[in-house]
């Protein structure tokens, strides 16, 4: 056998290969799937585990329903049992850490098992694809291990940034540092109480990244919220509760205190923010009810 045809059978076998891999297959549920990379040494996903990847949905003229690459944020998802044989969820069992596939559902399976009548760009007897790049596969003590470990070191890293931000805007002597990170730096006085958690306050803000792009504003509306009730993020609950009524500061929140470490809308994933507040008005919320009455020992 000559080089020229070694070569040529060489060829053959890795295009063989190839097509091998690539191929659709079901399993024993009905799930069409194709995998794309895969190692056998890898670290395979169990029931329980957190599996970490990026998704990419398509219907069947290939146009794109959600892309967690555009996004910014990969997907985390506890794996547990999957809602019906055969669906995509079902599928993320197969894979391991490293690895990527595709996963075609029956679009009218899918939604009937949701309970949700089938949506305009999805044709009825369709199929919908799920292609899947997994990124870690973590138990459940490794997750909140990194987890922790994550926000540490972020925490240090935020305070050498803030502190480098009042440093260049001369606002290091006016700072009020908190325990939890948060800085607030007074700009007007106010008069008063300040809100406390179950009050209902009325506040003037404008967002800022650190180089002063505005990204949010409340443009002289002011907006009603209720303090201590989750309803904004906790830098602003902790700011606002430093305020007196009429009272206008700027609030430095580290990451831990504002969005954290994903992608939200066009606020990047570990951003350090400013807040330039006005506490415009606040009215104390409703009484707690009493606890029950212990009657004395006799």
């Not at 297959?25 to 799937?33: A, M, S």
């Not at 505005?214 to 907006?223: C, Q, R, T, V, Y």
């Not at 580290?254 to 923010?273: D, F």
Request: aromatic content about 8%.
């Amino acid at each position: 056998m000559n080089l020229k045809t070694v070569g040529y059978a060489v060829g053959i076998t890795i295009l063989a290969a190839a097509c091998n891999q690539y191929k659709t297959q079901v399993t024993e549920h009905g799930l069409k799937y194709q995998i794309f990379e895969h190692k056998d040494d890898a670290r395979k996903a169990k029931l329980g585990d957190i599996m970490s990847f990026h998704l990419v949905i398509k219907n069947s003229t290939d146009s794109t329903l959600r892309d967690t690459y555009k996004e910014g944020n990969p997907m985390k998802m506890v794996l547990q049992a999957p809602q019906y044989k055969g669906g995509f969820d079902d599928g993320l069992t197969l894979l391991a850490a490293g690895d990527s596939a595709k996963f075609l559902v029956n679009a009218d399976t899918l939604f009937a098992k949701v309970g949700q009548p089938l949506p305009p760009m999805i044709k009825k007897g369709s199929e919908i694809s799920f292609t899947v790049k997994v990124l870690s596969v973590l138990t459940s003590e490794e997750f909140q291990k990194q987890q922790t470990e994550a926000a540490t070191k972020q925490k240090a890293t935020d305070a050498k940034i803030i502190d480098a931000f009042l440093a260049k805007n001369n606002l290091t002597a006016k700072a009020r540092k908190t325990a939890s990170g948060l800085v607030y730096v007074p700009e007007s006085e106010g008069a008063g109480a300040s809100p406390v958690a179950g009050d209902k306050v009325q506040v003037n803000y404008t967002g800022m990244f650190l180089d002063g792009k505005e990204f949010d504003s409340s443009k002289g509306k002011p907006l009603e919220l209720q303090v201590g009730a989750a309803m904004v993020i906790p830098g602003w609950e902790e700011g606002i509760m430093l305020m007196k009524k009429g009272e206008k500061g700027l609030l430095i929140i580290p990451s831990s205190l504002a969005y954290g470490p994903e992608t939200y809308g066009p606020i990047p994933g570990n951003s350090v923010l400013q807040f330039k507040l006005e506490l415009v008005d606040f009215s104390k919320g409703p009484k707690q009810p009493a606890g029950p009455q212990i009657p004395p020992a006799k």
